[in-house]
């Protein structure tokens, strides 16, 4: 394994990425942004794992970072909206440490995906240059105002199906005769459970991430697991016609091949990254 950390500012704060390049002899590579208030080793060090598997077998050098905020870097976390500059700080800062890149390729999951997506089309502009491409994990176009976003993820049938088995469940009948369930936010999923499926609207965010990856314009894979409640929610807001949109049949929103653990990303996911950083649009 060739891992080497490396500092770099972002406006007055420092940053701190790690760069895999072991047998990497390619003139593309591959950019990662971590979602949520993850740090660059991703979620049960999921990022890391598939950083060196793609520097070690595809020969792909990889870039992983922590925002502002976030994990060892200075500053005040402005969220995934916020984070345009720290992107394009950490894209400078791969290209300095490899000098011989042509192409880098954006990758990023749920709220990450999202921001490549808002942010994409204005770093191009960039001193050194923006994304050559794009690969988008399951985004985030869940509104922020939305007051329980995990019963909006489901569609009216699913709840219904769901409250149905929590009805013969002894326990979770316990837990409501005794006021430990919170009626406001269960007033809000029978609402929700009530309507009926497909006639929830595009969400805000949903149209403002369309516009802005459209002022992209660069090659872009869409990945959405099939079963996953954020994929399902994109699915819901996207045009269904867009054939940027590459369905798998899976659950894990990191696409692991074994669920209990996102340890190591799944074959699938991996090997859709490899046609990203092989192609030459």
């Known amino acids: 394994m060739s891992r080497r950390a490396i500092p770099f500012p972002c406006a007055r704060a420092m940053l701190h990425g790690m760069l895999d390049c072991a047998n990497a ?14 740090i660059r080793a991703g979620s049960f060090a999921g990022q890391a794992h598939l950083a060196d598997r793609l520097a070690e077998e595809a020969g792909v050098p990889v870039f992983r970072f922590d925002r502002r905020g976030v994990g060892d870097s200075e500053g005040e976390n402005a969220s ?10 950490a894209l400078a800062a791969f290209r300095t440490s ?27 502009n960039g001193p050194t240059g923006g994304f050559d491409g794009l690969v988008l994990a ?8 939305v007051e329980d976003a995990e019963a909006i993820t489901h569609s009216p049938q699913a709840l219904r199906q769901r409250y149905l088995r929590r009805l013969a469940d002894p326990r979770a009948l316990l837990r409501l005769l005794t006021g430990r369930v919170n009626l406001g936010r269960l007033a809000r999923g029978l609402v929700h459970a009530s309507g009926h499926d497909g006639e929830q609207t595009t969400s805000a965010l949903a149209a403002l991430l ?3 990856l459209a002022a992209f314009g660069g090659p872009t894979t869409i990945l959405v697991a099939k079963g996953d409640r954020v994929g399902q929610r994109f699915l819901s807001d996207w045009p269904a016609d867009d054939p940027r949109v590459v369905l798998h049949d899976s659950s894990s929103h990191s696409f692991a091949n074994d669920e209990a653990t996102a ?15 092989a192609s030459r649009h």
């Open 210 to 212: 369309h516009d802005s």
């Open 98 to 124: 490899q000098p011989g890149l042509r192409r880098v390729i954006g990758f990023g999951t749920c709220d990450a995906a999202s921001s490549l997506m808002l942010h994409a089309a204005t770093l191009a």
């Open 263 to 277: 340890s190591r990303a799944g074959d699938w996911l991996f090997e859709r990254l490899i046609e990203a950083t």
């Open 138 to 145: 399951n985004p985030w176009t869940i509104d922020e105002t």
């Open 25 to 38: 002899h390619g003139s593309t590579g591959l950019l990662i942004v971590s979602g949520g208030n993850e």
């Open 80 to 89: 995934w909206r916020g984070s345009r500059d720290d992107i394009a700080a």
